[in-house]
């Protein structure tokens, strides 16, 4: 029999920005020491946002479920690892350019688009890991 999988707990923003053991906030702190840094960071989470949505409403949630309902552990496998696939493709193609000295033959997809490719298939992963896909 397999086992059902359960809610696992989140990290939230609101425990973010608890004060932490040193008696001050960090993200608070981080801004305002890096601002350009945070909000290129802020700036690029809000685009890969829109753009998983934009995926998602043209793909549906069955292509990372691989048509299941992830009920089980077998089922949140095979969609890790479908992602892990994903993932891989990426990370290939960045260690072929990056570490073989190759130029990028692929005018339209730059190695940006690669980064926040597998930045985006983490969170996935992440996501179905939690019980939440689809949900």
Not at 36 to 57: G, S
Not at 90 to 117: H, S
């Amino acid at each position: 029999m397999q086992e059902v999988i359960k809610d696992k707990p989140t990290f939230s923003m609101e425990d973010a920005h608890k004060e932490t053991s040193v008696g001050y906030d960090v993200i608070e702190m981080m801004e305002k020491e890096w601002p350009e840094m945070t909000t290129e960071f802020k700036k690029i989470q809000k685009a890969q946002y829109e753009l998983f949505l934009k995926k998602q409403h043209d793909y549906g949630p069955g292509n990372i479920s691989v048509g299941t309902n992830l009920q089980t552990e077998d089922e949140v496998h095979l969609s890790l690892t479908g992602l892990w696939f994903r993932m891989n493709d990426k990370l290939q193609r960045l260690k072929t350019l990056l570490l073989g000295g190759r130029t990028n033959a692929v005018e339209d997809e730059p190695l940006e688009d690669a980064y926040l490719d597998v930045s985006n298939y983490g969170i996935m992963a992440t996501i179905v890991g939690r019980g939440k896909w689809g949900k």
